[in-house]
């Protein structure tokens, strides 16, 4: 943990990925019950952006676990409109509160938060940065889907380079050892900043996967090609495929296909066509057989309302394993339970 504060996933191990989803998974059991166990204690909620699922969950979090909460719900009820900084905003709110989850439009604001914070900051999304407790929500679904959170093949696709729940998804991907698949929207790529710092962090590199033997084009209207490419650790028969490509002997169907949704306010544009969208016939071809359908929400057309009922969809699970994860957030950021690995003290 940075400050005690989770601000990227880059603050978190291993270890304690897995107990924030071992806690989870124990509140998940009884969600709607009540405990005491944060009573006393108060939760600031400052979105600065708009939000749904993330505010919400966070407060129903922190309600059934017995504490309460203050909210600001958009930057112009606040100082901030008047001029007031950011770091004089968050001296005062920890004066009021026991923890403050906060949502900023601009990218780093929750780690300049946690470094003046007297209470522990939340990230609950950072500009087209990071937003690591939506990535808890997905490791959380992914390992109920699978039992296992190693050896998965997850494709990412669609707006790469602002979405900032990709940016936390594939961290935590590849922290966790897993090769991950990205299918960018046309002009939608991850910059190369962040394809440099995924590789040197995690030691792995990028293949291209050649449109003829991976079947991301049909994700696609129109003949559009699409371009497709995998972040995995180093191995010859890989290096084999890429660069003569050879038939690999390895399934490189994906395990889930997780949508996101043209971020328009961080100025991207789909005008150009080609994003990657699902429906019900794509679905049903053979190399995305396997794959369950995931999106962090909202979605506009990337994910077909028709898919709502699909066996495969998984994107309401998502969003209902937001409580669970943050009642567990809270608990262990708080003190109120004990992590099992000492790294994070
Ligand atoms: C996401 C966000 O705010 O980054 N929403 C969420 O919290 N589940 C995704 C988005 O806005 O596209």
Redesign the pocket.
């Known amino acids: 943990m940075y400050r005690n504060s989770l601000t990227e996933m880059r603050d978190l191990e291993i270890e304690e990925i897995m107990d924030i989803l071992d806690l989870a998974t124990q509140f998940k059991a009884n969600v709607k019950g009540h405990t005491e166990i944060a009573s006393g204690l108060l939760m600031a909620s400052l979105f600065l952006e708009p ?1 749904t ?2 505010r919400g969950s966070f407060e129903a979090a922190m309600k059934r676990l017995g504490g309460d909460t203050i909210t600001t719900t958009d930057f112009k009820s606040s100082s901030m409109e008047k001029g007031e900084t950011l770091n004089d905003s968050i001296r005062i709110w920890g004066n009021y509160c026991d923890l403050i989850v906060l949502r900023h439009q601009e990218s780093g604001a929750p780690r300049v938060a946690a470094n003046i914070s007297s209470v522990p900051i939340m990230n609950a ?1 950072d500009g087209r940065n990071e ?1 690591p407790t ?1 990535a808890l929500c997905d490791l959380l679904t992914l390992k109920e889907e699978f039992g296992t959170l190693e050896g998965l093949n997850i494709a990412i696709c669609g707006d790469l380079r602002n ?3 990709v940016h936390s998804l594939a961290y935590g991907l590849l922290l966790l050892g897993n090769p991950v698949t990205f299918v960018p929207g046309n002009g939608l790529d991850l910059n190369d900043t962040t394809k440099k710092t995924l590789c040197d962090n995690f030691g792995v590199v990028l293949s291209e996967l050649p449109p003829s033997q991976v079947r991301y084009s049909d994700l696609f209207e129109g003949n559009h090609e699409a371009k497709a490419y995998r972040l995995h650790k180093p191995t010859p028969d890989f290096d084999e495929y890429a660069y003569n490509g050879k038939k690999l002997d390895i399934d490189l169907r994906p395990v889930a296909l997780y949508f ?2 043209c ?1 328009t306010e961080r100025g991207s544009d789909t005008k150009e066509a080609g994003y990657p969208k699902v429906n019900q016939n794509n679905l049903e071809t053979e190399f995305f057989s396997k794959a369950v359908v995931m999106h ?3 979605r506009l057309d990337e994910v077909s309302v028709a898919l709502d009922d699909h066996p495969r969809s998984r994107y309401f699970q998502q969003a209902a394993n937001g409580v669970p994860i943050r009642m567990a957030l809270i608990c262990l950021m708080l003190g109120l339970k004990a992590w099992s690995s000492v790294t994070s003290q």
């Open positions: 939000s699922r993330t999304g937003h939506q979405g900032r729940t996101t949704r971020q962090p929400l909202p």
